[in-house]
């Protein structure tokens, strides 16, 4: 089984930045892909970004350029994977739960627990 812990958002200005971070644990060798997910209030949950292994990454369109996520799992330990992602230049859309998906073996997805980001002046 894989564990997600996600950490970072809260409230930003927009045209501000913010850094989420999700720290997988247990079985991350079974690990295909990560990517985080957005869900704002009355709207189905969206990918926002997603990364597989080999590197490869997709982005919705209404993020390109700027965000950006990045998968972690050669400076820690073997027991430890990690997907970041770097928000810059929030915009008031931008506000929403986001959360931390891990794809592992054939059909099995984890989910974090979600953290909110709200872009508010």
């Known amino acids: 089984q894989v564990q997600l812990v996600e950490s970072g958002g809260g409230l930003v200005q927009p045209g501000g930045s913010l850094r989420l971070s999700c720290a997988a644990s247990?079985?991350?060798?079974?690990?295909?892909?990560m990517g985080w997910y957005r869900q704002a209030p009355g709207k189905e949950r969206e990918l926002v970004a997603g990364?597989?292994?080999?590197?490869?990454?997709?982005?919705?369109?209404?993020v390109k350029g700027r965000f950006t996520i990045s998968r972690d799992n050669a400076k820690d330990t073997v027991y430890l994977d990690r997907v970041t992602l770097e928000m810059n230049s929030l915009k008031p859309e931008d506000t929403a739960v986001y959360y931390c998906?891990?794809?592992?073996?054939?059909?099995?997805?984890?989910w974090g627990q979600g953290t909110q980001v709200t872009v508010s002046s």
């Open positions: 998906k891990a794809e592992s073996g054939v059909t099995t997805e984890t």
């Open positions: 247990g079985s991350i060798a079974s690990i295909n892909a």
């Open positions: 990364t597989v292994r080999g590197g490869h990454t997709k982005y919705a369109d209404s």
